[in-house]
């Protein structure tokens, strides 16, 4: 008669193996699934990196973002700026300061030299109606305030005017 412990021990292990392997299954099924979806995500931010890679480059080269339909249709011509500077009674710096931009690219823009971007011609369009008095408020509007005198300040000038 074979030994009651030594069959109940063979009983107990195949059982256990039985309810491992179930549960090992679940885990496995599991652990494929995040596999897959991991795998999904790594192509989608390979994709995204190449996109991210191809704008940088247009950005680069110096390939513009599609212009505004409402600016599309205006045109750039140096003369037509320079005639439009003097016409407000304004120096290349004003001017500048109106558009947002250096003095020097308004000046490299009436000698021929550059053009402005898209949205720069849009700021140009929106002063040919401007007459010198509102251009010389809107520059008044754009002007740092000055600093508020101090007393130190004043006893300095004082001092250094004596």
Known sequence: MPNIG???KQEIARLS???????????????AQ?????????????????????????VGNGASAPVPEATA?????????KSQRARLGLSADEYARLVGVS????YNWEHGHTSPRPAQIATIAQLRGMGKREARSR???????????????????????Q
């Not at 995500?41 to 390979?46: K, P």
């Not at 003095?103 to 308004?106: D, M, R, T």
């Open 73 to 81: 249709n205006l045109r750039f011509v140096a003369k037509g700026l």
């Open 139 to 161: 520059l008044e509007e754009l002007a740092p305030k000055p600093a508020p005198r101090t007393r130190k300040s004043a006893a300095r000038r004082a001092r250094s005017s």
């Open 34 to 58: 995040y596999r897959r979806h991991i795998a999904a995500l790594r192509r989608q931010i390979g994709a995204l990196e190449r996109q991210v890679a191809l704008l940088q480059r247009r």
């Open 17 to 31: 193996r039985r309810e491992i392997r179930g549960q090992v299954q679940a885990t496995k099924k599991a652990s």
């Open 103 to 106: 003095s020097q690219s308004i």
């Open 6 to 8: 030594a069959l109940l």
